[in-house]
Each structure stands twice: as C-alpha cells, then as structure tokens.
C-alpha cells in the first residue's frame, strides 16, 4: 500500500523551509511520496486568493519525483481539510496518508474545523519550527493526545499506526518564513 504524506497549506509563498518540512517527511516518516496541497483559500489567514502564484512557488522549489503538487482541494471544491479527507479517503482507499505539518499549526488546530475528527481520522506528523520551542508541545492538541503521541525513534513507522497517533520530529531548523518573505516586498 502507497504511503502518502499530506502536506498542507497556503504556501504564501511556499520556501525552502517548506521543502525541508517534506524532505524530512520522506525522510524521516517512510513514506514513499509527499503531496502537496496548496489551500485555494485559508478560512483562517487573510491573502490567500493568489492560488496559481502560491502552486507556482512550490513548482519553483524545484520538487523531487517523489514529491507532486495536487489540487485536491480546488478539484473537490473543499474549504476545510476535515472536509477533503473525507473525499479523499473514498477516493483512494488503497493508499495509507499521514498528515504533516509544522509545530506552528499543532498549536493552531484548536481553530479548524472538527480538528478532534482530523486527530482520529489519520496519524499526524508534526515537524519542528524556528521560534516555536516548547508551546506546540505543551499545547491543547499536545496535551489533549499525550496519550496518542507516538516516540520519535518509531517516526518511520507512523503511517502503520492507527489514529490518533501523533509524532513530533525535530530535524535541523530553517528560518525561512512566509510572513517574513512578504513583508520584505512590501
């Protein structure tokens, strides 16, 4: 069975930081390739209606094989990733996913949409953030699941471990950041 990382975001615009993300994801989680879904639109940031300018940075960062843009998200005229795993699952049973995200959104996930139904819908792998230190880790995500939390030496195995299962990888950090990116051409 594939096993698929599932690397969202708004990706505005994506950077080498991003990438680092998904190179440790296939890396580090034995997944065999990492698909990026580029949100149309964020319902919790602001600026995030440039979709083709924000696919063409990933397409820029210059993605191995292993690693392919999908427009999962726009093709199934989904707004929530709650919404779009649930397609998404119908659609490719025959696959395994984890999610991957950095530590920044652990600490978010409290405002999405049934986050609880994301945490027992798919293993989650969650990658460490420059300046992000402890608060993801001592979050309500993080305490809510403590149980679920899977250790760091059994990261390639994630995607075999039924939900919740959660594991917090700490590769080396880069300091690339979206926000910072933007504010330097304004």
């Known amino acids: 069975m594939l096993k698929v990382g599932l690397f969202g975001g708004s990706f505005n615009p ?3 930081g991003h990438k680092m993300v998904a190179e440790c994801g296939l890396r580090d989680l034995g997944l065999d ?3 990026w879904l580029v949100s149309p639109g964020n319902p919790l940031k602001q600026n995030t209606n440039n979709y083709e300018a924000r696919v063409a940075s990933v397409k820029a960062l210059g993605l191995p094989r292993d690693m392919k843009v999908r427009h999962i ?3 199934y005229g989904t707004q929530y990733t709650v919404d779009m795993l649930t397609k998404l699952f119908k659609r490719h049973a025959n696959k395994k996913f984890v ?4 530590a920044d959104n652990l600490s978010q996930m409290p405002k999405w949409k049934d986050w609880q139904v994301i945490m027992n819908a798919l293993p989650i792998a969650v990658i460490a953030r420059p300046g992000k230190g402890l608060k993801p880790r001592l979050g309500q ?3 809510q699941y403590a149980d679920a939390r899977i250790d760091e030496q059994f990261s390639h195995k994630i995607a075999d471990f ?3 299962a959660w594991v917090y990888l700490t590769p080396p950090l880069n300091h690339q950041s979206s926000t910072k990116i933007r504010n330097s051409k304004t």
Not at 99 to 102: F, H, K, L, T
């Open 33 to 35: 390739e990492v698909w």
């Open 141 to 143: 995500v993080a305490r």
């Open 162 to 164: 039924e939900a919740p």
């Open 73 to 75: 998200e726009r093709d």
């Open 99 to 102: 999610w991957m995200m950095g």
């Open 14 to 16: 994506a950077h080498q």
